[in-house]
């Protein structure tokens, strides 16, 4: 009973922050000319709280220019083509969401609409027109419930109509799909911000939590992956692995950014690998004193996917 009270609390807590957070206040103290911020009252859906960060406080409109190109190059599966398919695919589900998930607001402002860009179609849908369930307040639904269910994602995500009048809101209380919880909607969430979908097995499904911390000492950033995460091709009974590695660096004093690629090859025998939690790559680096905010794209070779992580480091004197 305490744990089921405890994961209301927490879906509350997350629905709040993450479908209702978008309403709460403007772009921040720098007035933004109409190009901006026609993208920012989009595109906010999908930024990283670094990201916003970075954007609210950039000095000039070709800044923001250079910024909405990277924001959109980094979430490019293939940036190596012309087309940009998760650019045209958010825009596809924007228009999709203001036609079809229309409440009073635009669709793509509505629980389902959001949840929808988010994660795109749902795999499968059920809409219960008699049911004696209620909200996770405990308070008897009168209308519809609806459930989208995201095999990929493991996730049965619940929305109620709670007063029969055709407003559906998200439902936090945890769906339970053969007989256990599954999933978790904050992590499919967080990885689709990211442009990091669960499309394909294995590497963008899993590899996700790399680490990269700034070595003051020796000035040179570090990264650590995780052995598990990665898929390995086999080349003269060596386990092997190819990487490109993309760096965004904001001093978060000026916003000013620098950027840099460098390409890293990794092969061991397979008995070595077994015996290692994780592969360490340092690129040479120096940084002044001062907090930065560090944007890591990781591309595995050979179309096994892409990771990235944002994160804010602290350089100390």
């Known amino acids: 009973m305490q744990r089921k009270i405890i994961n209301y609390l927490m879906g509350f807590f997350f629905s709040f ?115 004696d369930e209620r909200d996770f307040k405990g308070e008897r639904i009168r209308g519809s419930l609806l459930i989208w269910y995201y095999y990929r994602y493991q996730l049965g995500i619940k929305f109620v109509d709670k007063d029969g009048t055709g407003h559906f809101t998200f439902d936090p209380s945890p769906y339970e799909m053969g007989g256990g919880l599954i999933g978790s909607l904050t992590d499919a969430i967080d990885r689709a911000k990211l442009g990091i979908t669960s499309d394909k097995e294995g590497f963008a499904k899993k590899f996700v939590n790399f680490d990269v911390k700034f070595d003051n000492k020796k000035k040179e950033i570090v990264v650590s992956i995780p052995v598990k995460s990665i898929m390995f091709k086999e080349e003269d009974g060596l386990l092997k692995a190819d990487f490109e590695f993309e760096f965004y660096i904001y001093e978060k004093k000026d916003l000013k950014k620098v950027k840099f690629k460098e390409a890293k090859s990794f092969k061991k025998p397979e008995d070595e690998v077994l015996e290692l939690d994780d592969i360490i790559f340092t690129f040479p680096y120096n940084l002044n004193p001062g907090k930065f905010y560090f944007d890591v794209i990781i591309i595995i070779e050979g179309g096994l996917g892409k990771a990235r992580k944002i994160l804010e480091i602290k350089v100390k004197t």
């Open 17 to 131: 922050l993450i479908l209702g957070g978008l309403s709460c206040g403007g772009p921040g103290k720098i007035a933004l000319d109409p190009e901006s911020r026609d993208f920012y009252e989009i595109a906010q859906l999908i930024m990283t709280k670094h990201e916003k960060a970075i954007f609210r406080h950039l000095p000039d409109k070709e800044s923001r220019e250079e910024f909405i190109e990277d924001f959109w190059t980094k979430r490019d599966p293939d940036p190596h083509t012309d087309e940009n398919i998760f650019k045209d695919e958010f825009f596809r589900r924007i228009e999709y969401a203001n036609k079809r998930f229309k409440e009073g607001l635009p669709g793509w402002k509505t629980d389902r609409g959001r949840i929808y860009i988010y994660l795109g179609p749902p795999d499968k849908f059920d809409e219960l027109f008699t049911h």
